[in-house]
C-alpha cells in the first residue's frame, strides 16, 4: 500500500517561508510524476506544482518566482519550498503522485491515484 506523508505546515506572516515534505513509501518517486495541490474550505483543489520523471518543472501562475518544487530520491521525498507567502496562500498543502507510464507533471488533479492527508499553511497578513 502506498503511504504519501507531508509535513512541514504551519503558521506564518506574510513574507516568510515554509517547507513542505511528502515521504513516500512503497515505491520509488523517481518513477512517478508528482504533485501539491491546496485547498480551502469550499473551493475546488488547486494545482501549484508538478515534477515529472526527467525532473521538469511546472508551477501555477500565482506562485511562480516564490514556490519551488524538488525531489530527493535517495530519501523518497518530495519538497515544496515556498518564499515570500501570501495570506492568499493560506490552505491545506495535499501532495499527489502518479506512477503511469508516460505520466505528466500536471495541474489536473484526476490524474493522481495517490494523496497525502495534506498539511495546513497559514499566512496571516
Known amino acids: 500500500q502506498v503511504q504519501l506523508v507531508e509535513s512541514g505546515g504551519g503558521s506564518v506572516q506574510a513574507g516568510g517561508s515554509l517547507r513542505l515534505s511528502c515521504a513516500a513509501s512503497?515505491?520509488?518517486?523517481?518513477?512517478?510524476?508528482m504533485a501539491w495541490f491546496r485547498q480551502t474550505p469550499g473551493q475546488e483543489r488547486e494545482g501549484v506544482a508538478g515534477?515529472?520523471?526527467?525532473?521538469?518543472?511546472t508551477y501555477a501562475d500565482s506562485v511562480k518566482g516564490r514556490f519551488s518544487i524538488s525531489k530527493d530520491n535517495a530519501k523518497n521525498t518530495l519538497y515544496l519550498q515556498m518564499n515570500n507567502l501570501k495570506p492568499e496562500d493560506t490552505a491545506m498543502y495535499y501532495c499527489?503522485?502518479?506512477?503511469?507510464?508516460?505520466?505528466?507533471?500536471?495541474?489536473?488533479?484526476?490524474?493522481?491515484?495517490?494523496w497525502g492527508q495534506g498539511t495546513q499553511v497559514t499566512v496571516s497578513a
Open positions: 499527489a503522485a502518479d506512477w503511469s507510464p508516460f505520466c505528466r507533471a500536471t495541474m489536473s488533479s484526476r490524474v493522481y491515484d495517490y
Open positions: 512503497t515505491y520509488t518517486i523517481s518513477k512517478a510524476c
Open positions: 515534477i515529472d520523471t526527467d525532473d521538469r518543472r
